[in-house]
């Protein structure tokens, strides 16, 4: 279902490129990364609040914002990148970070996040010049400026100790929800790796390759509100790694056009920011898309904390949509249409009549967890109704997906 055109709350004109988009975490404000300068917005009628780094002078890449607002971290793009925090408040600048420790630092950092809190910030960053590269996560202790990394990567084209097969540029590294772990993911290999924060030198590699098709683009990495997966992307392609399965999903996971950016609403729908496409919303178990807003040159959205207004960036104009449909009900009633499943709650069994007159229908069953329990073809024949076994699943909400005479229905069985 798309719907092209929604109520504009509001439009401003902003002084340059729109890079980044982020609410406010109490939803009242948005944070937008221009071109030289970050500047606050009122949700409510679009005033600009306030403006940080417009002195500086530099272009900037990247933002992010502390779990409570207080706080915000850019990225330069000066002769040396520089990370910057502000006081979102005062508008101060609390500190201003460079690694000039190491002796292979950074020249470009990519990636920077706030711990939940707001005591440190990781960052990745990357150094290149005719001989060699290297690559690094950086923790950095805002009161102090205390660094420490880790961990380092090289590729050298001088010595054959570091091969560039065995190099790691890593793009993204983000805290878990709790602040427990680090997470961080790099290119090349797709290789994914925790840390335990009370103790950094205990590294678990979750994933070493995979589905992710390895690009030299920025990964994308963030974990779902609700813990239980991490949600990765490199150039046209995003998957979903199971945390307490330590395992790639391949049934949450899809191929698609070309991800400028993923922001998660708070029940695991993905929103998904494609650049040639606009925005869509996938259901997170089904993959289908619940809602398409379709723009071109997009950089950047997010949605509101209550999932009630989108937030845009496209090239210099910054626009808040209000959602021509509830997005939570849309997702929920398309795993919950009624069916005449039968019998359901079901026990040992249970019937699905199909109706399809073209040959090519498909069922799919995914269980509560995300896992795909059944899944059936058919390819040569018609059928007018399917009978499946469920004796030996668990007890629970099943998703049942059926693709029938080119539609994609979704609907919600129990197993009891």
Same mark, same amino acid.
């Given at each position: 279902?798309?719907?092209?055109?929604?109520?504009?709350?509001?439009?401003?004109?902003?002084?340059?490129?729109?890079?980044?988009?982020?609410?406010?975490?109490?939803?009242?404000?948005?944070?937008?990364?221009?071109?030289?300068?970050?500047?606050?917005?009122?949700?409510?009628?679009?005033?600009?609040?306030?403006?940080?780094?417009?002195?500086?002078?530099?272009?900037?890449?990247?933002?992010?914002?502390?779990?409570?607002?207080?706080?915000?971290?850019?990225?330069?793009?000066?002769?040396?990148?520089?990370?910057?925090?502000?006081?979102?408040?005062?508008?101060?600048?609390?500190?201003?970070?460079?690694?000039? !420790?190491?002796?292979?630092?950074?020249?470009?950092?990519?990636?920077?996040?706030?711990?939940?809190?707001?005591?440190?910030?990781?960052?990745?960053?990357?150094?290149?010049?005719?001989?060699?590269?290297?690559?690094?996560?950086?923790?950095?202790?805002?009161?102090?400026?205390?660094?420490?990394?880790?961990?380092?990567?090289?590729?050298?084209?001088?010595?054959?100790?570091?091969?560039?097969?065995?190099?790691?540029?890593?793009?993204?590294?983000?805290?878990?929800?709790?602040?427990?772990?680090?997470?961080?993911?790099? =290119?090349?290999?797709?290789?994914?790796?925790?840390?335990?924060?009370?103790?950094?030198?205990?590294?678990?590699?979750?994933?070493?390759?995979?589905?992710?098709?390895?690009?030299?683009?920025?990964?994308?990495?963030?974990?779902?509100?609700?813990?239980?997966?991490?949600?990765?992307?490199?150039?046209?392609?995003?998957?979903?790694?199971?945390?307490?399965?330590?395992?790639?999903?391949?049934?949450?996971?899809?191929?698609?056009?070309?991800?400028?950016?993923?922001?998660?609403?708070?029940?695991?729908?993905?929103?998904?920011?494609?650049?040639?496409?606009?925005?869509?919303?996938?259901?997170?178990?089904?993959?289908?898309?619940?809602?398409?807003?379709?723009? =071109?040159?997009?950089?950047?959205?997010?949605?509101?904390?209550?999932?009630?207004?989108?937030?845009?960036?496209?090239?210099?104009?910054?626009? !808040?949509?209000?959602?021509?449909?509830?997005?939570?009900?849309?997702?929920?009633?398309?795993?919950?249409?009624?069916?005449?499943?039968?019998?359901?709650?079901?026990?040992?069994?249970?019937?699905?009549?199909?109706?399809?007159?073209?040959?090519?229908?498909?069922?799919?069953?995914?269980?509560?967890?995300?896992?795909?329990?059944?899944?059936?073809?058919?390819?040569?024949?018609?059928?007018?109704?399917?009978?499946?076994?469920?004796?030996?699943?668990?007890?629970?909400?099943?998703?049942?997906?059926?693709?029938?005479?080119?539609?994609?229905?979704?609907?919600?069985?129990?197993?009891?």
């Amino acid at each position: 279902m798309v719907y092209p055109y929604d109520e504009i709350v509001w439009e401003v004109k902003t002084p340059g490129q729109i890079y980044d988009v982020a609410y406010h975490p109490n939803g009242e404000s948005v944070f937008v990364l221009n071109d030289g300068v970050v500047q606050m917005y009122s949700v409510a009628n679009g005033t600009l609040i306030k403006e940080f780094a417009r002195e500086l002078q530099y272009s900037l890449s990247k933002m992010a914002i502390s779990k409570d607002g207080s706080m915000v971290a850019v990225i330069t793009l000066a002769e040396y990148d520089h990370i910057i925090i502000f006081n979102t408040e005062t508008g101060k600048e609390i500190m201003r970070f460079r690694d000039t !420790i190491s002796l292979d630092k950074p020249d470009n950092y990519n990636s920077v996040a706030f711990s939940p809190d707001g005591k440190f910030i990781i960052t990745t960053g990357t150094h290149y010049n005719s001989y060699n590269n290297f690559s690094t996560v950086l923790l950095v202790e805002i009161s102090s400026g205390k660094i420490q990394a880790l961990n380092k990567s090289y590729y050298s084209k001088i010595d054959p100790n570091f091969p560039y097969n065995k190099f790691q540029n890593f793009t993204r590294a983000i805290y878990s929800n709790n602040g427990l772990n680090i997470f961080t993911i790099s =290119t090349n290999n797709i290789r994914l790796e925790k840390y335990d924060v009370k103790d950094l030198s205990q590294k678990e590699v979750l994933m070493d390759g995979g589905y992710i098709t390895p690009s030299d683009d920025d990964n994308f990495l963030k974990q779902t509100r609700t813990g239980k997966y991490l949600l990765i992307s490199s150039a046209y392609n995003y998957g979903v790694f199971n945390l307490s399965k330590k395992a790639f999903d391949l049934s949450l996971s899809k191929r698609i056009g070309l991800i400028n950016s993923l922001t998660l609403d708070a029940k695991d729908s993905i929103l998904i920011n494609e650049e040639q496409y606009g925005v869509k919303v996938r259901n997170f178990y089904t993959k289908d898309i619940m809602y398409s807003y379709h723009l =071109t040159y997009m950089r950047s959205c997010d949605i509101s904390p209550n999932d009630s207004l989108l937030i845009t960036g496209i090239l210099d104009t910054l626009r !808040i949509i209000k959602f021509k449909i509830d997005i939570q009900s849309s997702v929920k009633n398309s795993a919950q249409n009624i069916l005449p499943i039968y019998p359901n709650p079901s026990k040992e069994n249970f019937s699905i009549p199909l109706n399809c007159s073209e040959l090519g229908s498909e069922v799919k069953v995914i269980s509560n967890s995300g896992k795909l329990v059944y899944n059936q073809l058919f390819e040569n024949s018609i059928e007018e109704s399917l009978n499946i076994d469920c004796s030996k699943w668990a007890n629970g909400a099943y998703f049942v997906q059926v693709i029938c005479n080119n539609q994609t229905k979704n609907y919600k069985v129990i197993i009891e």
